[in-house]
């Protein structure tokens, strides 16, 4: 059984930075792949960025590419999402999943343990 909190969120003006944390229980953190998704109101959940366990390999959704980073400290069993430039359409919760295997996937079915999100709002 794997647990994973998200942290970090909250509100923040448009074109301001913020990081979210998610941290894990379980002692094979560093086998899993990881990812970031978000759900805005009445929208379906869309996938954000992932990360293979190593974290050789990143991915990013074409609508935060250039603007978020994910990374991952495997010593402390915990993934971040650094998000920078952020706009009004960022307003989410955001979810952070683990993928029982090692290698990153854009593909929310692939993700077997999920976290309880958290929520970025970001004014304008």
């Known amino acids: 059984q794997v647990q994973l909190v998200e942290s970090g969120g909250g509100l923040v003006q448009a074109g301001g930075p913020l990081r979210l944390s998610c941290a894990t229980s379980g002692r094979t953190f560093s086998s899993y792949a990881m990812g970031w998704f978000r759900q805005a109101p009445g929208k379906e959940r869309e996938f954000v960025a992932a990360i293979s366990s190593s974290g050789g390999t990143t991915i990013y959704g074409d609508s935060v590419k250039g603007r978020f980073t994910i990374s991952r400290d495997n010593a402390k069993t915990t993934v971040y999402l650094q998000m920078i430039s952020l706009k009004p359409e960022d307003t989410a919760v955001y979810y952070c999943?683990?993928?029982?295997?090692?290698?990153?996937?854009?593909?929310?079915?692939?993700?077997?343990?999920w976290g309880q999100g958290t929520q970025v709002t970001v004014s304008s």
């Open positions: 999943a683990a993928r029982l295997t090692t290698s990153a996937s854009r593909s929310e079915s692939l993700y077997f343990y």
